[in-house]
């Protein structure tokens, strides 16, 4: 199905009155969607809604903060076509023009999230006022780093809490960021700012100290945004290529992880580039909304081979005369020294003299089970990446041998408002992805939002999907390696029609 939809002043409107309608029209709002049956509340999860007119034409942007729209989490998979119902029912805005992105905050929200984004959508409707907008860019690269670790190996692994992280010298290289943050802002006539809409790649999964619900870092930036552009502005998130891009210290043991500081970093960045943008009366709205068929991947192989693997790994595992009682004290004594370590200088010094090596003898030894209790461990470290990973292969293997087909329809939605031009993608995309659309681009002010209008797990790139089961990303993934190239070219063809 194809719908493109545009809008043009100077042809449609002449006369006084319409006049009017030849503006750009915006409304926004936001609604709390917190679970507060589901234990402590650090903050507040919010549907914001974002309704944009010019003439005949209506966009919706909703931002959730949820971990996805569907499949996973909280959201099921009615919301979506519930929620584009009624507002088709309630208010006559198309479906096809409500673009659902979710921020991927892994925080809980309430059971009647699809009766609450319908209100948050309707009271952006009852404030519309006409506006004028621009688009314009900040810049944020203290927050986030690239998830993925390129070996020496050749392989990939990725920074998850699922499992342990390979020795530090295993470690190659790491992949890139976007410190790019995409934004629309929307003024009143009287220069006042309404909306602002931010767009940046970053998994939302710091937390808060103790653990209560949280809509992450994401949340705390918008709300920073909010408070500092004045009462009624609503900014609204939305999540970019994030899919490869964790947090910075994800995996820190030494502090409380705090989501708070990173979220203020980055509203502080937006807002600087907000600042930085001159609203324009520009009337240009374009929605066009394309399903597109993607190939799937067939994992049977690659199963097979981790299994291999697997088993390999478990038949490697040797008897050590060590246990993790005796390994840790030696570990640490082993380490403070390299030529004294079981005992004082002068009782080597002693021994020497006297042309005796017992205490070299055991050192020799015990670094000898040292080595070997810690090849046991590396060992256990790796069978739990491949037992993780395998475990996500296997589930979205047996979910295609389930659909009785070889590929799968996504929705793909492009928007122009004024010179801010977007694309989305129902699933995770890589940060590599958004990277290369943007650069192909012909607009300025291109962005690229995943996590839209549906999910569809993880997509990263084809070199990415040659990694198949050594990493979230390639593994937690129903696509195949062709999909990239169809998507960045479809991606291609709806920009140049904006
Ligand atoms: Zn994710």
Partial sequence: ML???????????????????????????????????????????????????????????????????????????AYLPTVRGKLNDELGIPPEHVLINASHCHGIVCDDVTERTVQAVKAAVEKMVPVTVGAGTGHEDRIMENRRLKLKSGREVDVRHAYSLPPDDAVAEVGPVDPQIGILRLDREDGSPLAVVYNFACHPIQGVPGGANTADMT?????????????????????????????????????????????????????????????????????????????????????????????????????????????LPLAVKYSLSDEYPSYYSHRYLHDDALGRSDLRHLDAENRRNIEAYMQNIH??????????????????????????????????????????????????LTVRIGLNIKKASPHDHTFVAGYTNGYIYYAPTAEQLLNVGGAQEDSDCILAPEWQAIFETKAAEILERL
């Avoid at 491949?386 to 996504?410: E, F």
């Avoid at 939605?413 to 010179?419: A, H, K, P």
């Fill in 219 to 327: 949340g705390f930036s918008s709300k920073v945004i909010e408070e500092n552009l004045g009462e009624d502005v609503i900014a609204l998130f939305l999540q970019g290529c994030g899919g490869d891009i964790n947090p910075v210290f994800y995996k820190d043991v030494d502090h409380p992880r705090s989501a708070e500081p990173l979220g203020n970093m980055l509203g502080l960045s937006t807002l600087a580039g907000v600042r930085s943008i001159d609203c324009r009366e520009d009337d240009r709205l374009t929605v066009i909304n394309e399903t597109l068929t993607l190939p799937r991947g067939d994992r049977t192989d690659r199963i097979a081979e981790l299994e291999s693997k697997q088993r390999q790994l478990l038949q490697s595992l040797r008897g050590t005369t060590l246990n993790l009682k005796t390994f």
């Fill in 379 to 428: 060992t256990m470290e790796e069978l739990t990446r491949v037992q993780t990973n395998l475990r996500l292969l296997r589930k979205h293997q047996a979910s295609l041998v389930a659909s009785g087909k070889r590929t799968i329809d996504v929705e793909l939605l492009g928007l122009r408002v004024g010179n801010f031009v977007l694309v989305t993608f129902p699933g995770e």
């Fill in 3 to 77: 719908f493109i939809v545009t809008f043009c002043a100077v042809t449609i409107c002449s006369g006084a009155r319409l006049a009017v309608a030849a503006s750009l029209m915006a409304g926004a709002a936001k609604v709390d969607i917190t679970n507060r049956n589901a234990g402590p509340v650090n903050d507040p999860l919010y549907a914001r809604a974002l309704v944009i007119r010019s003439g005949a034409t209506t966009a919706v942007l909703v931002a959730v903060d949820a971990v996805a729209i569907g499949e996973i989490g909280y959201i099921t998979n």
